[in-house]
């Protein structure tokens, strides 16, 4: 099954400042998502990033806040912008993955964000 | 509104000792069924995958089982191990590989103790 890097796997922000987070696969993809994990919740899907157009938002999450770019098909980033305390999370990257057979959905380690 | 729930929230148990986690659903109709397994500071590791119509999937010492009527699955874990410790999250989806809809439980955290 596919490979996922991500970066970075933690950092701590300042408040109105943003963060871009990296994905990066070992092989073409389809399908790439972006998810959020708050403290003690289930994950929450922020968008659906599409190589050569713009990604696709779930309902309570804007581009402004969470621009994404999907440049190839083994790459994306996703920016939380002017960040405040309420943005401090985990933020996933998932592919559609039809090598893993166990559930066809790979995921990334996760960045471990602390907005102070 | 499609949910997910899954008890206990937490489960502490000793080593080599098995245990069952489970997961209610409301989502309806569906089209699979997901159990991963995320360690701490990792993200998520599928470890099973049922249609609606599969009884029970096995990948090692984990074993899925899925009762479609009544909505419910559960994760049995066979003589347990330190490595097991982790949170076991149960997803359910609708819609076939390519434009499926994800719904995600809050997780069971499991607690292996020697």
């Known amino acids: 099954s596919a490979v996922i890097s991500q970066k970075p796997s933690r950092d701590i922000c300042q408040r109105g400042t943003s963060l871009t987070i990296q994905c990066q696969v070992d092989?073409?993809?389809?399908?790439m998502f972006w998810y959020r994990q708050q403290p003690g919740q289930s994950l929450t899907l922020i968008a659906t990033?599409?190589?050569?157009?713009?990604?696709?938002?779930e309902s309570g999450f804007v581009i402004d806040k969470f621009p994404i770019s999907r440049p190839n098909l083994t790459f994306s980033t996703l920016t939380v912008s002017n960040m405040s305390p309420e943005d401090s999370s985990i933020y996933l990257c998932?592919?559609?993955?039809?090598?893993?057979?166990?559930?066809?959905?790979?995921f990334g380690s996760g960045t471990r964000l602390t907005v102070v | 509104k499609n949910q997910v729930e899954q008890s206990p929230q937490s489960l502490i148990i000793l080593e080599g000792k098995n245990c069952t986690l489970q997961c209610n659903y409301t989502v309806s109709p569906f089209s699979n069924l997901r159990w991963y397994k995320q360690d701490t500071g990792r993200g998520p590791v599928s470890l099973t995958i049922?249609?609606?119509?599969?009884n029970t999937k096995s990948n090692g010492r984990y074993t899925a089982t899925l009762d479609a009527d009544t909505k419910q699955s559960s994760l049995h874990i066979t003589a347990s191990q330190l490595s097991d410790s982790a949170s076991y999250i149960c997803v359910v989806s609708l819609g076939t590989f390519g434009n499926e809809k994800l719904t995600f439980g809050t997780g069971t955290r499991l607690t292996i103790i020697p």
């Open positions: 092989s073409q993809v389809t399908m």
């Open positions: 998932s592919v559609g993955d039809r090598g893993n057979l166990k559930g066809g959905y790979t």
């Open positions: 990033a599409n190589q050569g157009s713009e990604a696709t938002y």
């Open positions: 049922m249609t609606f119509s599969e």
